[in-house]
C-alpha cells in the first residue's frame, strides 16, 4: 500500500508560480505511475499530469502543457509539480495519486489511480 500526502499549495497572483509536492510511504513507491489530479469547486475531478515509474514518460492535458513540469525524485519518494504562468483557471485542490506498476503508459482516468492523498489547495487570484 502507498500513502501520499500533498504539500506547496498556496495563494499566487496571477502568472505566479508554485511547486505542488507529493511524497509517499511504502517501499514500493518507486514503481508507480504517479498523477496530479485537480477539483475546481462544482466540477469534476480532472487529469493534470502524470509520470510514469522510471520517469522517462509523462503527459500533460491540454491547458496545462508548457506551464506544468512534472518530475520525480524516487531517491525521495517525491514527485513534484512546477507550475507556472499561473491563471485564476487553475484554482482547484490538487490530489497525487499512485497508478499503475511497471508501466510505460501513463493513465489519465480516476479510475486508473488506486491510491489518493488528501489534496492541497491552489488559489490564484487575478
Known amino acids: 500500500q502507498v500513502q501520499l500526502v500533498e504539500s506547496g499549495g498556496g495563494l499566487v497572483t496571477a502568472g505566479g508560480s508554485l511547486r505542488l509536492s507529493c511524497t509517499a510511504s511504502g517501499r514500493t513507491f518507486n514503481s508507480y505511475t504517479i498523477g496530479w489530479f485537480r477539483q475546481a469547486p462544482g466540477k469534476e475531478r480532472e487529469f493534470v499530469a502524470g509520470?510514469?515509474?522510471?520517469?522517462?514518460?509523462?503527459y500533460y492535458t491540454d491547458s496545462v502543457k508548457g506551464r506544468f513540469t512534472i518530475s520525480r525524485d524516487n531517491a525521495k519518494n517525491t514527485v513534484y509539480l512546477q507550475m507556472n504562468s499561473l491563471t485564476p483557471e487553475d484554482t482547484a485542490v490538487y490530489y497525487c495519486a499512485a497508478g499503475q506498476q511497471f508501466t510505460r503508459v501513463v493513465h489519465t482516468t480516476l479510475g486508473e489511480y488506486d491510491y489518493w492523498g488528501q489534496g492541497t489547495q491552489v488559489t490564484v487570484s487575478s
Open positions: 509520470i510514469n515509474w522510471i520517469g522517462r514518460n509523462t
